[in-house]
């Protein structure tokens, strides 16, 4: 299968937006998960948010009320929309996908594929 494929990072002043973008090749007509994550230099990874073929998203705390995952129609791009973006924000974001049913997704990064990351830098 194959691989998620980041794009749309960059670098920002805090307050400012940006918004993620992902290719994805999943299998017709199967349940899954699609999430995205991040980490900063000297951390874990940890989940940000994620989106249910079903429609269903899921944040971290951290980002609830200023990102928004979504998905396009074709089902073959995900998003994530970044706004008031602070420094804490920083990291490579990586977009995955993990086949299967979940009423929400999980945030946990037990997921199958993983994509190489986008760079996003957040200055104050």
């Known amino acids: 299968q194959v691989q998620p494929m980041e794009s749309g990072g960059g670098s920002v002043q805090a307050g400012e937006s940006l918004r993620l973008s992902c290719t994805v090749d999943?299998?017709?007509?199967?349940?899954?998960?699609l999430g995205w994550f991040r980490q900063a230099p000297g951390e874990e990874r940890e989940g940000v948010a994620s989106i249910a073929r079903h429609g269903t998203t899921n944040y971290a705390e951290s980002v609830k009320g200023r990102f928004v995952i979504s998905q396009d129609n074709t089902k073959t791009t995900l998003y994530l929309e970044m706004n008031s973006l602070k420094p804490d924000d920083a990291g490579m974001y990586y977009c995955a996908v993990r086949y299967g049913f979940w009423s929400q997704c999980p945030l946990s990064d037990d997921y199958d594929l993983w994509g190489q990351g986008t760079q996003v830098t957040v200055s104050a």
């Open positions: 999943l299998y017709t007509g199967s349940s899954y998960c």
